[in-house]
């Protein structure tokens, strides 16, 4: 079955200093993964999707994700945070079930960013 | 282009109301959720349209929920006799196929009083 765990639940960053945000995935075959943002009382935002192409995935706003299959991981990093990148991120793995599309959501990351 | 739309953006309903809560996808795409985030917690799928196929209505919490796509466009979600634990963001999002991650719309803030 597939499933999708991140690591941790809050991290806090100076700004200008590297963002990691784990997520390593179960899946019986190489997924897509997908991560997305959400600001505070706003909708989901896709940073970034892998589809099995190249395994360094940049997105949009400096983020960049690693797909590693030896480790199940899709970690998220940015080389240096800015304040605007408070919020919480959210790692997804779609999958085909029963002839249905179904996205299997990461519990979130809630980032803070401290001047 | 135009994104996900979600109407309206929030509701405030006394207990034992029913609500309509609408989504406009993009134009084409061919699947459509809804989810719900509630406070402090995580998203919980409640119910997946792909064009013209049964839905998968796995997710809805109980039979006071339903949700109908029309044309293969606008979707409605329809909660009766709401209860206070309904209250939360109601998200819609869409996409053309499972490879592209879907679009979300900015949700409907649902309050019962």
């Known amino acids: 079955a597939q499933s999708v765990t991140q690591l941790d639940s809050h991290v806090s960053v100076s700004e200008g200093t590297p963002v990691l945000l784990r997520c390593n995935y179960s899946?019986?075959?190489?997924?897509?993964l997908f991560w997305y943002v959400q600001h505070p009382n706003k909708g989901l935002q896709l940073l970034l999707k892998?589809?099995?192409?190249?395994?360094l995935v940049k997105g949009i706003n400096g983020f960049e994700a690693e797909f590693k299959k030896s480790e199940t991981s899709f970690h998220l990093t940015k080389p240096s945070a800015h304040m605007s990148d408070a919020a919480e991120y959210f790692c997804?793995?779609?999958?085909?079930?029963?002839?249905?599309?179904?996205?299997?959501f990461g519990a979130g990351t809630r980032l803070a960013v401290h001047p | 282009g135009a994104g996900v739309s979600q109407s309206p953006s929030n509701k405030v309903t006394e207990k034992g109301k029913d609500v309509e809560l609408r989504c406009d996808p993009i134009?084409?795409?061919?699947?459509l959720y809804w989810y719900r985030q509630s406070l402090g917690q995580g998203l919980e799928f409640l119910i997946y349209?792909?064009?013209?196929?049964?839905?998968?209505k796995s997710g809805l919490p109980s039979d006071r929920f339903s949700a109908e796509r029309t044309g293969g466009s606008v979707s409605t979600l329809t909660i009766q006799r709401t209860q206070q634990e309904d209250s939360a963001v109601y998200l819609c999002?869409?996409?053309?196929?499972?490879?592209?991650?879907?679009?979300f719309g900015a949700g409907t803030r649902l309050s019962v009083l």
């Open positions: 999002a869409s996409s053309p196929g499972l490879a592209g991650g879907p679009n």
């Open positions: 899946s019986s075959y190489s997924p897509s």
């Open positions: 892998y589809t099995s192409a190249a395994t």
């Open positions: 997804v793995v779609p999958f085909l079930s029963g002839g249905y599309n179904k996205l299997i």
């Open positions: 134009s084409g795409h061919t699947a």
């Open positions: 349209f792909q064009g013209n196929s049964a839905p998968d």
